[in-house]
């Protein structure tokens, strides 16, 4: 999207010539610029770890005291295109611990069954608050009878109300994405008793 490469544009004028070791004030600084881009600032925090890494000559792991410990596995996302490509890259992932298919409108759920032929690991769905409570409380059922361990925002941000009808009624836990950006919305969530973007 333009506006992330923009955003990164001004990232880069923030780094720029410094050093990793003072990470937390850059990116303090380039949350600043890039104010609701936090696509553009999760990049810019991940090379910089990276580089932090590099320079210490330490993995990430050692470096974050996290050596020997078992690690949460981590999910892919598999985007929106044609159903063969989709279907063609879930094979090639097909080691990966975890798949997450992004849906967009309610045609593309016939999708997830050709997915799961190809992929035999775990299975989240991110549907980008593309839906009403309706489909999405229908899509629920029958993502579940696929295997599928949870939905992520399956309504629009902004209602709480909704996302907590398609929770009641879903056999999976619904996960809330665009809805949780703070603690202030964390809270929130919890009171309409749904998840939020702290994965399994």
């Known amino acids: ?3 992330v490469r923009d955003a990164l544009a001004e990232c880069a004028l923030v780094v720029r010539g410094s050093t990793p070791f003072c990470l937390e004030a850059l990116l303090d600084e380039c949350e600043a610029v890039a104010a609701g881009q936090p696509t553009a600032v999760a990049a810019v925090d991940m090379a910089l770890h990276d580089l932090l890494g590099r320079a210490a000559g330490l993995s990430l792991t050692r470096l974050w005291g996290l050596e020997g410990r078992l690690l949460p596995p981590t999910a892919i996302s598999l985007g929106i295109m044609d159903e063969a490509a989709r279907v063609r890259r879930a094979r090639e992932l097909s080691d990966w611990p975890i798949l997450k298919l992004k849906l967009g409108s309610w045609d593309e759920l016939g999708v997830v069954a050709s997915i799961r032929r190809a992929f035999g690991g775990r299975l989240w769905v991110d549907c980008n608050g593309s839906w009403d409570v309706d489909r999405a409380s229908r899509a629920a059922i029958e993502l ?6 949870l939905i992520e925002q399956p309504v629009p941000p902004g209602q709480l109300d909704a996302l907590a009808a398609v929770q009641r009624c ?13 603690v202030a919305d964390v809270l929130r969530l919890h009171e309409c008793l749904c998840f939020w973007a702290a994965y399994p």
């Open 1 to 3: 999207e333009d506006s």
């Open 144 to 149: 579940a009878g696929h295997g599928v361990e």
């Open 170 to 182: 879903s056999p999976i836990p619904v996960v809330a994405d665009e809805d949780c950006m703070g």
